[in-house]
């Protein structure tokens, strides 16, 4: 922390929200139709997750009573020791899949779907213009995990060394703090890394779906739960962990009873191995004997030739 400034979260926020121009724009500016397409799924997956992860933020500002990151650290320790990712664990994993999804990381990399976009906003870039994209990429992994330490994980805060308590200052509780913070974020970049080889990636029309009709409904209805629980004067954490429990275990009981809209229907063609015409019969099949066959050989004897 450089300057305990009091509106260092809005500041942060502010700026982490106009990446989405560069991806945009850079897509649009290399005049190729896939950049352009994986621009604008850039801009659309940011601006859907932007809201999400702020009112997960605000729902732990509203326990903390502060936008100072260091007021907000103070509060996990001193506060009982226990750090918000124990008593809002709903708003954590939140603000986790909304990181992943602004920073175009799978299973939400849909920008730069190899496999439908070439390379995305960046497929007409080389050299260190290509490197700026994925070095962007990176630091928004960095920013968006030391976020994540700051809000749940108390920052420096390690349980059981009395060097990271806030009260402790001079040069070695400086160095262990950092160590401590430095660790926490390397940690969580692992995860990422190891989400990515793991999860595979989600259609785009799935990642909209995602946000809008799950994550937005979800951190709203977290955020009036969290502010009558604070006003009520409930904010032990335990206490707060029951409540997330609660609506997590009503959301999956209200969930699936929702109406749903059936995605990418598929349209009958008449002829088609799904809609054949009347009378025919349609055969998925091989059908040639030889294509068949488990012989490795089926013209054993002609015109072979043996190699030694």
Known sequence: MAA???????????IAAMGVYGVTLGGWASNNKYSFLGGMRASAGMISYEIPMGLSILAVLLLAGTIRPS???????LGGGVWYIVSQPLAALLMYTCILAEANRAPFDNAEAEQELVGGYHTE????????????????MI????????LFMGGYHLPGVHLTHPETVGLLPAVVKFVVFFTKVVL????????????PRIRYDQVLKLAWQTLI??????????????????TQWWQLAVVNLALTLALMVI????????????????????????????????IGAV????????????GLVSVH
């Not at 305990?4 to 926020?13: E, S, T």
């Not at 995860?191 to 793991?198: K, N, P, Y």
């Not at 951190?219 to 004067?233: E, H």
């Open 291 to 302: 294509a068949r066959s488990d012989d490795p050989m089926p013209d054993k004897g002609q």
């Open 188 to 199: 969580s970049i692992c995860f990422m890394m190891v989400l990515r080889w793991t999860i």
């Open 255 to 286: 969930w699936p009873r929702l109406p749903k809209t059936e995605m990418n229907k598929r349209v009958p063609m008449a002829g088609s191995r799904f809609n054949p015409l009347p009378g025919e019969t349609v055969t998925t099949g091989v």
């Open 4 to 14: 305990n400034i009091n509106a260092g979260f809005v500041y942060l926020l502010a």
């Open 143 to 150: 920013t968006g995990s030391a976020f994540f330490i700051l």
């Open 217 to 234: 409904p979800v951190s709203m209805t977290l955020v009036v739960v969290t502010a009558v629980m604070v006003y009520l004067g409930r």
């Open 125 to 140: 870039y080389s050299a260190m213009r290509f490197a700026l994209f994925f070095l962007a990429e990176y630091a928004h």
């Open 71 to 77: 007021g907000i650290v103070e509060q996990q320790v």
